[in-house]
């Protein structure tokens, strides 16, 4: 089973920026479509953004035109650059398989605040 690793949290003002990055165990990572979710207190986990295995695309409606997934497959490595991040943003985020709900890492907690 592939374990994944998020790192890149933070807490950051209004209109800032962050990237996370999801490390992968395996190699295997390359041929999956991969996802970012995200989960608020009191709420339940939210698909934020995938990538199929060959590039393309999809965002939540939320999130569209401010944050940019993106994956090197040479380094196992699944990214998501977030900008222009609101107060709503705040949540930890996940990486997982898309449409995954065993499997999960520990997230990486991002906090949107002034």
């Known amino acids: 089973q592939v374990q994944f690793v998020e790192s890149g949290g933070g807490l950051v003002q209004p209109g800032g920026s962050l990237r996370l990055s999801c490390a992968a165990s395996?190699?295997?990572?390359?041929?999956?479509?991969m996802a970012w979710y995200r989960q608020a207190p009191g709420n339940q986990r939210e698909l934020v953004a995938f990538i199929r295995s060959g590039g393309f695309t999809n965002y939540a409606d939320s999130v569209k035109g401010r944050f940019t997934i993106s994956r090197d497959n040479a380094k196992n490595t699944l990214y998501l650059q977030m900008n222009s991040l609101k107060p709503e943003d705040t949540a930890v985020y996940y990486c997982?398989?898309?449409?995954?709900?065993?499997?999960w890492g520990q997230g990486t907690q991002v906090t949107v605040s002034s």
């Open positions: 997982n398989v898309k449409g995954a709900t065993t499997n």
């Open positions: 395996r190699s295997s990572f390359s041929i999956y479509a």
